[in-house]
């Protein structure tokens, strides 16, 4: 029973996102099925939010951008239709971020970011104390994907992490880390690289 | 290094959107003529998509689904909402104006703003089940010398029942209000109901993931003890999708 005021912390119905679900998803979403909508919000809206929120460490923004999110979604999900390349959830995610990025650039509060940035990262990551990886689709691929990060050079992922998961430009991460905006560069290129091999198992994925 | 060579360099910079702004206009000023970038920049986005992942997973707030909902489908505020929205606001503003008057009254001041927001999104977020209920039920229930009420409100989109309960007497001693799904498979227990002492009780209930498809409820007094998946006692209303 759920009594009024205590939703929170609904878990997903689901326990996985199969390729068949995903695809399923889909064609609902296209279908312009509201309840499609509601499931796609279940499954996706921590990782979401866990983009959102590393970019702009902002709960009250991080949250307003994944609203911004669904509604673009819902609106483009019939562009999804024709292409079988074209995941869900990265689809979703990639719009997330670039809407995050989006209102970085907007906002001009680096300074801000980057302090909080130091505490945040000295403390090392707040782990959120009522989640249930298991009940929570797509957590094998986070694993994987930390693991891939974690095998890189220490430079090269404190480079990666500013970069990709903190918003932050080439020649920002320069002057934070102090070194010249070409090693910047040439970390980032050497981290992509391994990054694109260590993600290819995941090209397949879902389960 | 060729103007093409720099394009070729910064493939996955573009794709992972870590250009400078200016470099990253640049860049898409000249995807727009380069199919050969166009189609290694899309390859990339590929093999990195996956790559954001990595940030840790947040729980979402009570209510975001429905505020999720809500804005993608550009569902139009009502009444009812307007009162809350302006509670809402005014213990924020209250917050606002008193944010200045000393760190300590700050920090409970802010916590106090969480908790409002929380418990309006949770409110919002059990109502808006009324709003979109696809069915609603009535029935009339007699208890002793009470006639009181029973309202479901079905919403069929996240699967949930908001039970509205009125005019009913607290349950006499060592027996329960017990309400119970109908399912094709068999009846299913759901909550026990403890009416206020007005006789009013208003709960929201997810329908039962298993025992296929649900029918109907039905609302029964049963002892404090009884167990197992089917009405024993007096069934005080039966209702039918």
């Known amino acids: 029973m759920t009594v009024i005021g205590e939703m929170a912390g609904r878990r997903p119905r689901g326990h996985?996102?199969?390729?068949?679900?995903?695809?399923?998803?889909?064609?609902?979403?296209?279908?312009?099925?509201e309840s499609a909508l509601a499931e796609l919000i279940d499954l996706t809206s921590p990782w979401l939010?866990?983009?959102?929120?590393?970019?702009?460490?902002?709960?009250?923004?991080?949250?307003?951008?994944?609203?911004?999110t669904?509604?673009?979604?819902?609106?483009?999900?019939?562009?999804?239709?024709?292409?079988?390349?074209?995941?869900?959830?990265?689809?979703?995610?990639?719009?997330?971020?670039?809407?995050?990025?989006?209102?970085?650039?907007?906002?001009?509060?680096?300074?801000?970011?980057?302090?909080?940035?130091?505490?945040?990262?000295?403390?090392?990551?707040?782990?959120?104390?009522?989640?249930?990886?298991?009940?929570?689709?797509?957590?094998?691929?986070?694993?994987?994907?930390?693991?891939?990060?974690?095998?890189?050079?220490?430079?090269?992922?404190?480079?990666?992490?500013?970069?990709?998961?903190?918003?932050?430009?080439?020649?920002?991460?320069?002057?934070?880390?102090d070194i010249p905006l070409g090693t910047v560069k040439t970390r980032l290129r050497l981290a992509f690289d391994k990054l694109r091999v260590a993600l290819q198992p995941l090209k397949e994925w879902l389960a | 290094m060729t103007a093409h060579q720099w394009f070729i360099e910064h493939r996955a910079d573009l794709a992972t959107r870590t250009l400078d702004p200016g470099d990253e206009s640049k860049f898409r000023d000249h995807l727009s003529r380069c199919e050969e970038c166009r189609v290694a920049v899309a390859g990339l986005e590929r093999e990195l998509a996956w790559l954001p992942m990595g940030a840790e997973p947040v729980v979402p707030p009570p209510g975001f689904r429905h505020q999720a909902l809500d804005r993608a489908l550009g569902t139009h505020r009502s009444a009812w909402r307007i009162p809350l929205g302006l509670a809402a606001a005014a213990v924020m503003a209250a917050g606002g104006g008193l944010w200045w008057r000393g760190q300590a009254r700050e920090t409970r001041l802010a916590s106090e703003l969480v908790r409002s927001r929380q418990a309006f999104a949770a409110l919002s977020d059990t109502v808006a089940v009324l709003r979109r209920a696809a069915r609603v039920l009535h029935a009339s229930v007699a208890m002793n010398d009470h006639q009181g009420s029973l309202v479901i409100f079905a919403d069929n989109i996240?699967?949930?029942?908001?039970?509205?309960?009125?005019?009913?007497?607290?349950?006499?001693?060592?027996e329960k209000?017990?309400?119970?799904?109908?399912?094709?498979?068999?009846?299913?227990?759901?909550?026990?109901l403890r009416p206020s002492d007005d006789g009013t009780l208003m709960l929201t209930v997810d329908m039962p993931g298993q025992a296929g498809a649900v029918l109907g409820a039905v609302l029964s007094m049963e002892t404090t003890t009884s167990v197992g998946n089917a009405p024993k006692g007096v069934q005080l209303a039966h209702l039918l999708l």
């Open chain 1, 49 to 68: 939010l866990g983009v959102a929120q590393a970019m702009l460490s902002d709960r009250q923004e991080s949250e307003e951008v994944v609203l911004e």
């Open chain 2, 177 to 192: 209000y017990q309400f119970w799904f109908i399912c094709a498979d068999g009846m299913v227990r759901s909550a026990e």
């Open chain 1, 70 to 177: 669904f509604r673009i979604g819902w609106q483009k999900a019939g562009t999804l239709a024709a292409s079988e390349d074209d995941r869900l959830l990265p689809w979703l995610i990639r719009i997330a971020r670039n809407r995050a990025i989006d209102r970085l650039r907007a906002r001009r509060r680096q300074r801000l970011k980057l302090e909080r940035f130091r505490v945040t990262h000295d403390a090392g990551p707040a782990w959120p104390a009522d989640l249930n990886e298991a009940a929570l689709p797509g957590w094998h691929v986070h694993a994987t994907v930390h693991s891939a990060l974690r095998d890189l050079p220490p430079d090269q992922l404190a480079t990666v992490r500013l970069a990709y998961f903190q918003g932050l430009s080439h020649s920002e991460i320069a002057s934070h880390l």
């Open chain 2, 158 to 174: 996240t699967h949930r029942w908001n039970v509205v309960f009125q005019g009913l007497p607290p349950a006499p001693a060592g």
């Open chain 1, 16 to 33: 996985d996102l199969s390729l068949e679900r995903e695809s399923s998803l889909k064609a609902r979403l296209v279908a312009r099925d």
